[in-house]
């Protein structure tokens, strides 16, 4: 299994409060992106990172940033949680975005629960 | 835009195979997934066609036809613990884009 840790693995909290979840990793991938899944929804990409400092946004980025200050670590801020924003959090690296190097491989997830 | 199609839900019974379609419209094309994905756990990876035809992964074996925009995966000899999500996943000119998952139950 990739090495991928996600954390926390579940949170509650509550309308308006900021949060940070956390994705570290032992490959020494370039790229790590963040993904939220909800029913009915496939896995949607919220943002990625193409390198230290290098992020772009993804398809459902209103309301989220990211940041990553070292290749290991890529970290996703809700600034100011909302309902809308319960779901599940997947982590996912990949080696490159080339031919069979971009498999991207997920950690377990976290579970957000906004009351 | 991207557009990924697969049915929501299947039932097959264990020992049997089952094919689970995928049909997809993107805007540039650089390769087709397919992922496993248990009830509370992340998905993992299954397999990776960029060229048309068949790759053969043990029970798993997964088709893809670009001029068609069709992709298939057939999994043989069904197990009780295959009961999963699968995704099917294409990249595009620049991100992977999933499809909403086939819901596969494997009954006795």
């Known amino acids: 299994d990739a090495g991928i840790t996600q954390s926390p693995r579940h949170k509650v909290t509550e309308t308006g409060t900021p949060v940070t979840l956390r994705c570290h990793q032992t490959e020494n991938h370039r790229y790590m992106y963040w993904y939220r899944q909800d029913p009915g929804h496939g896995l949607r990409l919220i943002h990625y990172?193409?390198?230290?400092?290098?992020?772009d946004k993804g398809e459902v980025s209103d309301g989220y940033s990211v940041s990553r200050s070292k290749t290991e670590d890529f970290l996703l801020t809700l600034e100011s949680a909302t309902s809308s924003q319960t779901s599940v959090y997947f982590c996912?690296?990949?080696?490159?975005?080339?031919?069979?190097?971009?498999?991207?491989?997920f950690g377990a997830g976290t579970r957000l629960s906004v009351l | 835009g991207q557009n990924i199609d697969q049915p929501t839900e299947m039932t097959a019974t264990e020992g049997a195979i089952v094919q689970i379609n995928c049909t997809y419209q993107t805007s540039g094309f650089n390769g087709l997934f397919w992922y496993q994905q248990h009830a509370g756990e992340a998905p993992t990876f299954l397999s990776y066609?960029?060229?048309?035809g068949l790759e053969e992964k043990g029970r798993f074996s997964s088709f893809l036809s670009r001029s068609k925009g069709y992709s298939y995966l057939l999994l043989k000899e069904l197990q009780m613990k295959d009961s999963a999500s699968y995704l099917c996943a294409v990249r595009g000119e620049d991100a992977l884009n999933f499809g909403k998952g086939t819901s596969l139950l494997v009954t006795p």
């Open positions: 990172s193409y390198g230290v400092k290098d992020t």
């Open positions: 066609n960029v060229l048309d």
């Open positions: 996912a690296i990949s080696e490159s975005r080339t031919q069979i190097k971009n498999i991207q491989y």
